[in-house]
């Protein structure tokens, strides 16, 4: 299994981006779970959004702003970013799991995940 994230830039405060996950080595279907995640410097790894069984969860910071999305002919997870913040800065993260694994059912935190892409840089100035 693999995840490549990329479409982290440098942006601006109050813009806008769009992250794209794309997987190789397993289909990302309904039966997948998949969240994107990020992570600064010195802190831990927090759960921004995730996708379980259809159903969609976010981080109260990121409700309203961002939306996470899923393109099953394009086997790709998109994570759209409105009005961003210089806190938003930080490297994000995508990872899937099989949903029908028995276990933890919290796809925002980041046990929940088997499976991860290297990250991609997003940088909010102000």
């Known amino acids: 299994v693999q995840l490549q994230a990329s479409g982290g830039v440098l942006v601006q405060s109050g813009g806008s981006l769009r992250l794209s996950c794309a997987a190789s080595g397993v289909t990302l279907n309904y039966y997948y779970s998949v969240g994107w995640f990020r992570q600064v410097p010195g802190k831990e790894r927090e759960g921004i959004s995730c996708i379980r069984y259809g159903s969609t969860y976010y981080l109260e910071s990121a409700k309203g702003r961002f939306t996470i999305s899923r393109d099953n002919g394009a086997n790709t997870v998109y994570l759209q970013m409105n009005s961003l913040k210089p806190e938003d800065t930080a490297v994000y993260y995508c990872?899937?799991?099989?949903?029908?694994?028995?276990?933890?059912?919290?796809?925002?935190?980041?046990?929940?995940?088997?499976?991860w892409g290297k990250g991609t840089q997003v940088t909010v100035s102000s």
């Open positions: 990872a899937t799991r099989n949903a029908r694994r028995v276990g933890d059912t919290n796809c925002l935190t980041p046990a929940y995940m088997d499976y």
